[in-house]
């Protein structure tokens, strides 16, 4: 049995009548990368924000590093990695003067260290570079190694994607997957579906309710109630309305120039066609998808 | 002794404040440019009053006793009228403050001791308008007593008119009466009070603003470091502000050190206690550095006004005289005129002191305290 890192009891938290985190349990194990999933408003940001004891949990208790996260707050900030959406970093600071200013706040003064994180993020060469004129995808880099500069065992990503180009993303999961590699546990949000599926287990959270946690995997077999299916149709929009109808399908939806459906696992691409055709839906094809978390995510969040 | 966490953030804040060419013009030169406006603009010193004259005798007689309005240099001839209503629009446009009108048979009745001049004043300035009036009236009666005595003499009487009650004035301190000697302590004391509290508040609330406060809070810094590294550059920038005014007052407008140097800046900290603390509170209220400005400044501004900055204190109803015991500035303008201008020490001023130190305490460890609930 490995060692939990992260142990969250029926987490909770209040603002005012609005419930932002509901009863989350959850843990996290020593060098595991987990991904937490869900919209924007869903609870993800205010569990990282308990966890590191910047919010009073109004019910439950969450254990960090084997510390209690409200109570030991100093404790876990001290081992601890952070790295915020908003990327807390000062514009009229050089990529220099921002780490090696959380460097000395980390007590971390030796400048061979400096160097070596930025060295790690492929900042070096960067050093004199106001932050105010880097790209997105730059500036990503430097609020990682702001949060790595202490050398923390664990490490806390709220969404640390959102905003950068698709190949900045790329290269930022792979310095992630590296860190674990040297056995970092990494707790990342993210809303990107496709981020997830790089994950070891993925939290699927929605309203403030954790709905699952497993390897997306072991997701995409138990929660999905039957087979997925891209449908191409003709008109797009009474083809969606149709199979919305028909008998053996759970769940339909848009995707681009298809729709993506669940079905009971006894459907027929003969049945589908049948249903379509008989409402006057012209079917270019009918074919098998394979399950994407975005289908576990659409699944669970319709089938309360 | 400082520890690296303290350190760094100091020297980050520096940094920061170099770089920042707003904020350094602010805390350096808006300090001179109030100075200079304040030092020259803000005077109550009354010159050069524009006078019109409507002078109908044009005699010898009347001729003197415009030479005596002349001669006292609070007055101006600027105008030399042929008409009352010629008279009146100078006024009325502002070109002329005071209109003189000597009668046509001036220095018939001069002869029998009725003779009148009428002194048309403008009000609407009433510092101006007060100083002209009570000019014009020792002007004329000085006069008056001038002809008289010579009249005597001419009659051949051996003494002279001599009024048998003399008040024989000293003014001490400033005996010129200058009002920038005034002013300027004035201003030191609203720069440590108003410039440090806003710029403290911004600076704290630039931090909320871009999210840096919280990824700040992640680490091991403690809340008191966090506050401290924020306020001591601007602590530091602050006593600079003040040797800079003091040292252009000094040598540029003369004002005096007559007391210790050495006290009033350690008294100045004691006042920066009291603004930097209105300006963190004002942080720990505001979202964004618009609020934090307004907030501070609505704090600041009805304080300046009742510190005794610009109007005296003893002139105020009563009740706001009360209000003005809850203002730090009002101890501190008394305790840098008193030094500045006295030269008198720690003794003289001891309540001031010690109202001026309750009064910082109270408000940065309120501030600190609320501070600190903010972070949690």
């Known amino acids: 049995m490995p060692e939990p890192v992260v142990v969250a009891e029926n987490l909770t938290r209040l603002f005012g009548d609005f419930v932002a985190v509901d009863h989350v349990s959850f843990r996290i194990n020593a060098g595991e990368v987990v991904g937490y999933l869900g919209p924007n408003g869903s609870g993800k940001t205010t569990t990282i924000r308990m966890l590191l004891g910047l919010l009073e949990p109004s019910d439950g208790r969450a254990t960090v590093l084997g510390y209690d996260a409200f109570l030991q707050t100093e404790e876990v900030r001290a081992r601890a990695g952070y790295m915020s959406q908003k990327f807390a970093i000062y514009d009229d600071l050089t990529v220099w003067e921002n780490l090696s200013f959380y460097g000395g706040v980390y007590g971390v003064t030796e400048r061979a260290r400096i160097e070596a994180t930025l060295a790690r993020v492929a900042l070096g060469g960067h050093e004199k570079t106001l932050t105010r004129s880097l790209s997105v995808g730059w500036r990503q880099r430097l609020a990682l190694a702001i949060a790595l500069v202490h050398q923390p065992k664990l490490l806390f990503l709220?969404?640390?994607?959102?905003?950068?180009?698709?190949?900045?993303?790329?290269?930022?999961?792979?310095?992630?997957?590296?860190?674990?590699?040297?056995?970092?546990?990494?707790?990342?949000?993210?809303?990107?579906?496709?981020?997830?599926?790089?994950?070891?287990?993925?939290?699927?959270?929605?309203?403030?309710?954790?709905?699952?946690?497993?390897?997306?995997?072991?997701?995409?077999?138990?929660?999905?109630?039957?087979?997925?299916?891209?449908?191409?149709?003709?008109?797009?929009?009474?083809?969606?309305?149709?199979?919305?109808?028909?008998?053996?399908?759970?769940?339909?939806?848009?995707?681009?120039?298809?729709?993506?459906?669940?079905?009971?696992?006894?459907?027929?691409?003969?049945?589908?066609?049948?249903?379509?055709?008989?409402?006057?839906?012209?079917?270019?094809?009918?074919?098998?998808?394979?399950?994407?978390?975005?289908?576990?995510?659409?699944?669970?969040?319709?089938?309360? | 002794m400082l520890n690296s966490r303290l350190r760094s953030i100091i020297r980050k804040e520096f940094i920061q404040i170099l770089r920042d060419p707003r904020t350094l013009a602010i805390s350096l030169f808006i300090p001179i440019m109030q100075l200079f406006l304040l030092g020259y603009a803000a005077t109550s010193d009354v010159r050069n009053i524009p006078m019109a004259v409507w002078d109908q005798n044009r005699t010898p007689a009347s001729r003197a006793l415009l030479d005596a309005f002349r001669a006292a240099d609070y007055f101006r001839i600027a105008y030399d009228v042929g008409s009352e209503a010629e008279l009146r629009t100078l006024i009325e446009m502002g070109r002329a403050r005071v209109g003189l009108l000597i009668p046509a048979d001036y220095d018939l009745r001069f002869l029998d001791g009725t003779a009148q001049v009428a002194m048309v004043l403008d009000g609407s300035d009433p510092t101006v308008g007060s100083t002209a009036l009570s000019a014009a009236q020792l002007i004329g009666q000085a006069h008056a007593t001038r002809i008289l005595n010579e009249r005597m003499q001419r009659a051949g009487a051996t003494f002279s008119l001599q009024p048998p009650l003399e008040v024989r004035t000293q003014v001490w301190y400033n005996p010129d009466l200058v009002s920038a000697y005034f002013m300027i302590p004035g201003v030191i004391g609203m720069i440590l009070y108003a410039i440090t509290s806003m710029l403290t508040a911004t600076a704290i609330v630039r931090e909320r603003e871009r999210g840096t406060i919280e990824q700040l809070i992640v680490t091991p810094i403690r809340s008191w470091e966090l506050m401290v590294g924020k306020i001591l550059p601007y602590v530091i920038l602050a006593l600079l502000d003040t040797l800079e005014v003091l040292a252009i007052g000094h040598w540029w407008f003369g004002v005096p050190v007559r007391g210790s140097l050495a006290l009033l800046l350690a008294l100045s900290g004691l006042l920066l206690l009291s603004g930097l603390g209105i300006g963190l509170y004002a942080s720990t209220i505001a979202n964004t550095q618009q609020e934090a400005m307004l907030i501070s400044w609505m704090t600041l501004l009805p304080g300046i006004f009742l510190s005794g900055f610009f109007f005296p204190l003893e002139a105020m109803p009563k009740v706001l005289q009360w209000v003005s015991y809850a203002i730090p500035l009002r101890y501190y303008l008394i305790i840098i005129r008193a030094i500045l201008l006295k030269g008198v020490g720690a003794a003289a001023i001891q309540n001031e002191i010690i109202a001026l130190a309750v009064f910082g305490v109270a408000i940065m460890g309120a501030a600190a305290l609320h501070f600190r609930k903010r972070l949690d």
Not at chain 1, 190 to 196: G, L, Q, R
Not at chain 1, 262 to 272: E, Q, S, W, Y
Not at chain 1, 277 to 300: C, I, K, M, N, Q
Request: charged share 25%; hydrophobic share 45%.
């Open chain 1, 158 to 304: 709220d969404e640390p994607t959102s905003g950068v180009d698709p190949s900045a993303r790329r290269v930022f999961w792979d310095l992630i997957y590296d860190l674990a590699g040297e056995g970092v546990t990494i707790f990342v949000t993210t809303h990107y579906m496709d981020e997830a599926e790089y994950c070891e287990r993925v939290g699927i959270m929605r309203e403030g309710k954790l709905l699952a946690m497993d390897t997306p995997a072991n997701l995409k077999a138990q929660t999905l109630p039957g087979p997925v299916w891209d449908v191409f149709a003709a008109p797009l929009q009474a083809g969606l309305e149709t199979l919305s109808v028909t008998d053996g399908v759970l769940h339909t939806g848009l995707a681009g120039n298809h729709l993506r459906i669940i079905t009971r696992p006894k459907m027929t691409v003969r049945r589908l066609r049948a249903a379509l055709t008989a409402a006057g839906v012209e079917v270019a094809a009918v074919e098998r998808g394979e399950p994407t978390l975005e289908d576990v995510f659409l699944s669970l969040a319709k089938g309360d």
